[in-house]
């Protein structure tokens, strides 16, 4: 018999806050992911009355519990466990540990928009990019979800190997962020 | 000269700066140019070739001449333009391409040569013998003849890049820009306004006048107030827009920290890639020089730059200044410098019934025919009628008219038109899709032309992008038409330059006309016109009127030479930025990763993850020893490898075996429950993508391995395969590699190692089986496979929970005689059983090549199937994969011989792709691709790898060395 201790991701990491804005880790929650059979309809089965399943680019909350697009027909439920009887409709695939959940924060959507445009190519605009807007794209080289869940900032998604890449550069941009500020004005 | 009153630099702000090692000062708001200017200091370069002395000419991006090298502590920064470098406390610089010092430069006797070394000199002349010219004649001539040096150290310098959205991107702060600006700033647009200078303003700055009812200063510092309140408007100064790209993509060099003391992560520069719904380009315009005999001294300017240096840094760039135009505007400078004090020797006008009424002497039908000053101007010679005559000055500010900077309009592909009645290039419409160019970028000379303009195609941009749009009323301002002569050069003795940044003069381009270089793009390069840092923005339309001038065409019909991006130099470490170090690739680690390094295990990096090569040992010295210690120890007890790097792939459905059988060469969906098969994936071409395992875990339940190398490959395949080929079947695919932790346990003692672990009694799990269980509680999956050729199984757990797995694994292993191994031992396990990875699958190999045509199914179709039945895809004439035994060690990458034949391409019959020291069999083995390979087993063959050294007789045989029954495995 053995006894396995479970490590996040990202585990101990502290967060780091420079140029106004705060990076850290989101805790780790469950995620699945449900990938739409063709013409199926999960809504009823997902037994929350404000869950639906998410067009391209959107996501759905009630609640703890949200429903990110993700891909072509597959979206991430995150913070609750797929209701059984959900697999006539979805193919449910657990992704949980398998993503790094990143937030960055502060000084109101412009904040993070500047840092996150050091990596990210996507129009992250708020008007482009409206609150609960999600997307698939690329932090530098890592693969990334991209998800404006609040008003205060992004929380991004990366695989679980390239956290510390990921912490990595978002902190470089940050770096530079702050010493663009610093002494602007002074000679 | 500093004049009192005159400038916005703030002169409380007193600025220490170096230029060639002696300390100036100048102040806040001073350019490099101007803070030199100021100290008496009109000798800030060396030409190109001829190592002419030379001062500044302009006092915007565009400068030929004063170019300079910014000294950092362990770079250096050459070719930057004096007119851009803001000064700061402690900024040092030094002039560049001169050997001894900026006075007395050595290479200065270039000039005495001149008349050898005109255009097409090289070519003609350094022709014999043939093998002097890479040995001798270039090395010289590229001493000679340059710009700055580097510092023969990599660039460690922090630079950035990002990108930025907008609806609108102004392109150009002067009158027509801001107005644009402010409209679809009160529109409610998003804005980016970019701007080259340091402030806004445009001509407005250095021309001042009056906009409204008010001074042209207050006007703008109305404007820019406004537009700093919106928060809608985003104003990028030192932003110079570089190149004009698909779809509203613009590129721009922001100069971040070249204006500021360095400090640590502050960037030097920043590339930016704006995304803009429209743009309107305001980009202004050029003035041009006049291509007069000997018009290249130090103090020979542009009468813009003159007064700009006056209006905007209160600098007299002389004491006794002329100005030779043939423009009305450009009277201007001679007013501003009356007005400040300064005395004006004369205005030389070639023009014959201009006004002659100025406070100073004005020569109507005049041109400069002469110069003279060693190290600057001392005095020109003026022709007039038949009159020729002297003047003493030290500045001669000259205007040859206006060339719009349309460049960015001809970035895709679009070519300017010629204006004859401003003689100059203009912009067509929708040159750049989405693009309006106004102001003095299209032609338009009048402040109250360009105010309209950028108002108009604010308007018209917003519409466009579906805004509604704002009122802003049209302040009046100046609207005098633009009133000039067309002069391109002067007639007369000695050398007039055309391009003062690569020393190319009028007789350069005449000669290339003569020698029938006439087109423009074949004078440029004969002549090197346009070539130098400033592109030619300073030349290439002079060059171009000389040439048609020269060949008897009109410049319309001569045509231009392409505008390409960028507009300015742009450094390559900016457009590189990110990309040195870590930042070229993400790292991927395992879950084990801290617990390998722990024990010193020394990391290879495989794609983008990183894996230990071997566990060394107290008293191991080699990797060698550790490998074969670990490779034994799997043999002999057991061993634990991370495996989590290999691609692992859910795929689900009721669509999901049909869909395999598509995928794979052989078929999947025959498994059963519980079952793992190995699978061959090829590509549509018929040769092998890839190798594996698929597993059925339930009925409409798959889970596929890959190898690392190709797990994002065959993922993307999958994904193509389903969207392409079968979208509407029920089946779907998603990656799971990085959502578990997977271990292989290999060796007799395997199966008591995992028997420890589990929750349940293992039971019966025969080979090539999958079992659902349980460690700890946790959730795992078990299988029976092996790539080593031992009993192996693979236990893959939630990704959470493999840090405290492998650790846990590993001390029981310990305790049984075993214990880690990494990939070099995987290797050897591997080879010595004659097991693929991706040097034998290196994307030329057919299944047959491999020893698998069989897998290629009969019964079904699959991708690639039908391309592997080609002729050529199989039989005796491919090289098949073969078995390598060695007494003397091997490579892989070597190649095979017939011991008759010589060692020649010819006859080669095949190559070496995985080598390893066999500690069990105690041989070399290696694994490659032999011509006819499996009928030649027992045959002698000869390896020879010319790159090592290495020629070893060795002995084909079938590629699996060690168990060839499989007993060890199936247990």
Redesign the interface.
């Known amino acids: 018999?053995?006894?396995?201790?479970?490590?996040?991701p990202l585990e101990g990491q502290a967060p780091l806050t420079r140029a106004g804005l705060t990076l850290s880790m989101v805790a780790?929650r469950s995620i699945w992911?449900l990938?739409?059979?063709?013409g199926a309809d999960p809504g009823p089965a997902l037994g929350l009355p404000g869950l639906r399943f998410p067009a391209p680019g959107e996501s759905v909350t009630e609640g703890d519990v949200s429903l990110i697009w993700t891909g072509?027909?597959?979206a991430f439920l995150l913070g609750m466990a797929p209701p059984a009887g959900l697999s006539a409709q979805?193919?449910?695939?657990?992704?949980?540990?398998?993503?790094a959940g990143l937030r960055l924060a502060g000084r109101g959507e412009e904040g993070a928009e500047a840092a996150l445009?050091?990596l990210?190519?996507?129009?992250?605009?708020l008007?482009?990019f409206p609150l609960g807007r999600v997307a698939r794209t690329a932090l530098?080289?890592?693969n990334a979800i991209v998800w404006r869940r609040d008003e205060a900032g992004f929380t991004l998604f990366v695989?679980?190997?390239?956290a510390?890449?990921?912490w990595?550069?978002i902190a470089?941009v940050l770096?530079?962020l702050?010493?663009?500020e610093?002494?602007r004005g002074?000679? | 000269m500093r004049i009192e009153g005159k400038g916005i630099i703030d002169r409380t702000r007193e600025v220490k700066f170096r230029f060639d090692g002696r300390d100036y000062s100048g102040f806040r708001g001073d350019t490099l140019a101007s803070a030199l200017l100021a100290n008496g200091v009109r000798l800030m370069g060396r030409s190109f070739k001829y190592h002419r002395p030379r001062g500044v000419l302009s006092a915007g991006s565009e400068e030929p001449n004063a170019l300079v090298e910014v000294l950092g502590k362990t770079i250096r920064t050459p070719n930057t333009r004096a007119t851009m470098q803001e000064i700061f406390e402690g900024l040092d610089t030094r002039s560049q391409n001169r050997i001894g010092s900026l006075r007395h430069d050595l290479l200065a006797v270039n000039d005495l040569f001149s008349r050898f070394l005109s255009a097409g000199f090289y070519y003609k002349t350094f022709m014999w013998p043939r093998h002097f010219w890479e040995g001798l004649y270039e090395p010289l001539i590229r001493r000679a003849a340059g710009l700055g040096s580097l510092a023969q150290v990599h660039d460690e310098g922090v630079y950035e890049k990002a990108w930025a959205h907008c609806d609108l991107l102004v392109i150009g702060a002067g009158p027509a820009g801001l107005m644009a600006a402010l409209v679809a700033a009160r529109s409610g647009a998003d804005v980016i306004l970019a701007e080259e200078q340091p402030i806004l303003g445009g001509r407005l700055i250095g021309d001042g006048g009056v906009i409204g009812a008010e001074p042209a200063a207050l006007w703008l510092a109305g404007v820019e107030a406004e537009l700093r309140a919106h928060p809608n408007v985003r104003i990028m100064t030192r932003t110079t827009v570089t190149g004009a790209y698909d779809n509203g993509t613009y590129g721009a060099l922001e100069r971040v920290g070249l204006h500021r003391s360095p400090r640590p992560s502050l960037p030097r520069e920043c590339f930016w890639r704006i995304v803009a719904g429209r743009t309107v380009l305001a980009s202004g315009a050029h003035e041009r020089h006049i291509a007069f005999p000997m018009n290249d001294r130090p103090g020979i300017m542009l009468a813009s730059a003159v007064r700009t240096y006056l209006n905007r840094f209160g600098v007299a760039p002389g004491k006794r200044v002329t100005l030779f135009a043939a423009n009305d505007q450009a009277r201007q400078t001679a007013r501003d410098l009356m007005a400040a004090g300064v005395q004006v020797a004369a205005i030389i006008d070639p023009r014959q019934d201009v006004s002659v009424v100025e406070d100073c002497p004005v020569h109507s039908g005049a041109e400069v025919i002469d110069t003279k000053g060693r190290h600057a101007l001392r005095a020109i010679t003026v022709r007039k009628g038949a009159e020729v005559f002297d003047i003493e000055t030290d500045c001669l500010a000259v205007s040859g008219g206006w060339n719009p900077a349309l460049h960015l309009t001809c970035h895709m592909n679009s070519r300017p038109r010629w204006s004859d009645e401003l003689a100059a290039f203009v912009p067509v419409a929708d040159a750049v899709p989405g693009l309006e160019a106004v102001g003095a970028a299209n032609g338009d000379f009048s402040t109250h032309a360009a105010l309209l303009g950028g108002k108009a195609a604010a308007g018209a941009a917003l519409l466009a992008l579906g805004h509604k749009v704002a009122p802003v009323a049209l302040p009046a301002a100046e609207d005098a038409p633009y009133t000039h002569r067309a002069i391109w050069a002067v007639a007369g003795e000695g050398r007039a330059w055309l391009d003062l940044a690569n020393d190319v003069t009028l007789k350069d381009v005449q000669q290339s006309a003569r020698e029938n270089f006439a087109s423009v793009e074949h004078m440029k390069r004969y002549t090197t016109q346009g070539m130098a840092p400033d592109q030619g923005k300073n030349s290439n339309v002079a060059a171009l009127a000389v040439l048609a001038d020269a060949t008897g065409r009109g410049i319309a019909e001569t045509g231009t030479t392409t505008f390409r991006p960028p507009y300015v130099p742009v450094s390559i470490a900016a457009m590189g930025a990110g990309g040195r170090g870590k930042g070229f690739a993400p790292e991927r680690f395992m879950t084990s990763d801290q617990a390998s390094r722990d024990r010193l295990a020394p990391m290879i990096e495989a794609g983008l993850w990183y894996r230990p090569a071997y566990f060394p040992k107290p008293g191991e010295t080699t990797w060698r020893e550790a490998c074969d210690r670990e490779v034994l120890m799997v043999r002999n007890a057991v061993g634990v490898c991370d495996v989590s790097t290999l691609g692992k792939i859910d795929v689900q459905g009721p669509d999901a075996g049909r869909f395999l059988d598509l995928v794979y060469a052989n078929t999947i969906s025959t498994l059963a429950p519980g079952k793992v098969r190995y699978g061959l994936m090829l590509r549509e071409d018929g040769l092998v993508m890839d190798d594996g395992t698929a597993a059925r875990l339930g009925q409409d339940h798959y889970l596929l391995t890959t190898t690392t190398a190709a797990a994002g490959q065959v993922m993307r395949h999958l994904d193509f395969v389903h969207q392409a080929f079968c979208a509407d079947w029920k089946v779907r695919v998603i990656s799971v590699t990085e959502g578990f932790a997977q271990f292989a346990v290999a060796g007799p003692k395997a199966r008591a190692l995992i028997d420890t672990m589990l929750d349940a009694p293992l039971g019966d799990l025969p080979f090539m089986g999958v079992v659902q269980t349980a460690i700890g509680g946790v959730q795992a999956r078990l299988f029976r496979i092996s790539f080593s050729g031992e009993e192996g199984y693979e236990i893959a757990v939630p990704v959470d929970y493999g840090e405290a797995l492998f650790r846990d694994l590993l001390a029981r292993a310990e305790t049984m005689g075993g214990g880690p191994y990494g990939v070099e031992a995987l290797n050897v396990l591997r080879i010595e059983k004659g097991f693929l990875t991706h040097a034998e699958l290196d994307g030329r190999a057919s299944a047959d090549d491999l020893g698998l045509g069989a897998m290629v199914s009969t019964k079904k179709d699959c991708i690639g199937r039908a391309a592997s039945r080609r002729p050529g895809l199989h039989g005796p004439a491919r090289e098949q994969l073969v078995g390598l035994k060695a007494m003397a060690e091997i490579s892989a990458g070597a190649h095979l011989f017939r011991p008759a034949d010589a060692v020649e391409r010819v006859n080669d019959q095949g190559h070496v792709t995985s080598v390893c020291w066999s500690p069990v069999l105690d041989l070399w083995l290696g694994l490659g691709f032999l011509q006819n390979g499996r009928a030649r087993y027992g045959e002698k063959i000869r390896l020879v790898d010319h790159l090592r050294g290495i020629d070893v007789e060795c002995e084909v045989t079938h590629p699996v060395f060690f168990d060839p029954d499989g007993g060890r495995m199936r247990g």
């Open positions: 018999m053995a006894e396995l201790i479970a490590k996040s780790p992911s990938a739409l059979y063709p072509r027909e597959q979805v193919a449910v695939t657990d992704q949980s540990g398998a993503w445009s050091r990210v190519p996507l129009d992250l605009r008007r482009a530098n080289h890592i695989p679980r190997s390239m510390f890449s990921a990595h550069e470089v770096d530079r702050a010493a663009r610093s002494g002074r000679g």
